[in-house]
């Protein structure tokens, strides 16, 4: 029964990733090319919070992501 459960919650979180590249994927313009949208849905990736279990984990050593950016402040050099 439990094993069930896990399977359930895992596929729950795949689906999750999945549905989130795929908004990520429809919210740019047509006229990019497809390695130039996959390094931007990279950085967009990369563009997210820590999750909370990570800063629970680390007994709030690790509370933000260095690599995070500001739209506006900062560019993206994906060419």
Wanted: hydrophobic content about 30%; aromatic content about 6%; proline content about 4%.
């Amino acid at each position: 029964m439990r094993g069930s459960d896990t399977f359930t919650n895992d596929s729950a979180i795949n689906l999750h990733k999945v549905k989130k590249c795929l908004l990520i994927f429809r919210c740019m313009a047509s006229n990019k090319t497809k390695p130039r949208k996959n390094r931007l849905m990279k950085k967009t990736k990369q563009n997210s919070a820590v999750p909370l279990w990570v800063i629970l984990k680390t007994n709030r050593r690790v509370r933000r992501n260095p690599q995070q950016r500001n739209w506006r402040r900062s560019s993206v050099d994906v060419g």
